[in-house]
């Protein structure tokens, strides 16, 4: 009876958190529209660099919204046809959720605008580079290319720890694209770190 009522909240938690993410892409739909405007700022920004850094500033916004709700800052952004449909922080603490990454959001956010599991043609900016849990998605997800800003010397698993994105053996690779505002990235999480270790 007992593991029949926790098999029954599980799935529930399982429908509530579907229902989030369904609703925070519902947001992004207006939210890209409205971004049309920003896209075209984007686009007539000179050389392939200042837009990897445009979209990488995206991904530091949402990095911030996560430090707002105490959670570690690592923010994503996902780019198809030079818009964002899909951005997403890490919300571990608030979900109570191992796999409630940036990535990871992103990546579902993204699946259910595109109608379709494999996200050919899109490009995932992150402000942390990804560690093997997302890295294994993104490569089930048959992302085109990731970009990244900060490198994650104990757990990020695209150069790091080990490179899962551009592993032979598998059947996709991704492009990388590292170290972009990697600073910026960086100080995000430094700052949240020394100010946590502060109040505790
Ligand atoms: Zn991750």
């Known amino acids: 009876m007992l593991i029949q009522i926790s098999f029954v909240s599980i799935q529930i ?3 509530i958190r579907k229902s989030i993410i369904k609703l925070q892409c519902v947001d992004e739909k207006s939210i890209h529209i ?11 920004m000179d050389g392939v660099n200042s837009t990897h ?29 030079n818009r964002i ?8 603490e608030m979900l109570k959720d191992p796999t409630a990454h940036a990535e990871m959001i992103a990546i579902t ?9 494999r996200l050919t043609g899109a490009t995932i900016y992150v ?6 849990m997302c890295a294994g998605a993104l490569v089930q997800a048959r992302i085109d290319r990731l970009v990244y800003g900060a490198v994650d010397k104990k757990a990020g698993a695209c150069v790091s720890v080990m490179n ?6 598998l059947n996709h690779r991704l492009e990388v694209i590292p170290n972009i505002l990697a600073d910026e990235c960086r100080d995000i999480l430094k700052r949240f770190f020394l100010e946590n270790c502060r109040i505790r």
């Open 164 to 169: 899962l994105v551009q592993n032979p053996k």
């Open 85 to 92: 449909i899909a951005r997403a922080h890490n919300q571990k």
């Open 127 to 132: 402000t942390l580079e990804p560690c093997a």
């Open 34 to 44: 409205n971004m049309s405007y920003s896209v075209i700022q984007a686009k007539v």
């Open 53 to 81: 850094e445009y979209f990488m500033r995206q991904a530091i916004k949402e990095a911030e919204k996560a430090a707002d709700i105490n959670e570690v800052p690592v923010g994503a952004v996902i780019v198809y046809d």
């Open 109 to 117: 956010q993204c699946a259910e605008y595109l109608q379709n599991w």
């Open 13 to 15: 938690y399982a429908v």
